[in-house]
Nanobody
């Protein structure tokens, strides 16, 4: 079966860094767009960043540009999210997802991980 597993979340002070990873069991991982979404308490799940199947296109939401970096290794079936200069408003459960359509719409992703908690204290 298809499985996406996130790891790397935790508690960090404002200004600190975390690196999230997502390991995918997709048979054709290299053909999928990979994205990160997040959901804070009381808020809708929102798009954060995504990378296309050839790594030729990336899309970042404005609030994380210059602070977050997405990367992937199709040999390892893994995508990473490097998060620097973290802010309290980054606190959320972060989900990785795989899809074959557009990069930012949640409805274009077919497979989702269980999420990993990121908490940033001030």
């Amino acid at each position: 079966q298809v499985q996406l597993v996130e790891s790397g979340g935790g508690l960090v002070q404002a200004g600190g860094s975390l690196r999230l990873s997502c390991a995918a069991s997709l048979r054709t991982f290299s053909l999928y767009n990979m994205g990160w979404f997040r959901q804070a308490p009381g808020k809708e799940r929102e798009f954060v960043v995504a990378i296309s199947w050839r790594s030729s296109i990336t899309d970042y939401t404005d609030s994380v540009k210059g602070r977050f970096t997405i990367s992937r290794d199709n040999t390892k079936n893994t995508v990473w999210l490097q998060m620097n200069s973290l802010k309290p408003e980054d606190t959320a459960v972060y989900y990785c997802a795989a899809g074959l359509g557009r990069l930012s719409p949640q409805e274009d992703y077919n497979y989702w991980g269980q999420g990993t908690q990121v908490t940033v204290s001030s």
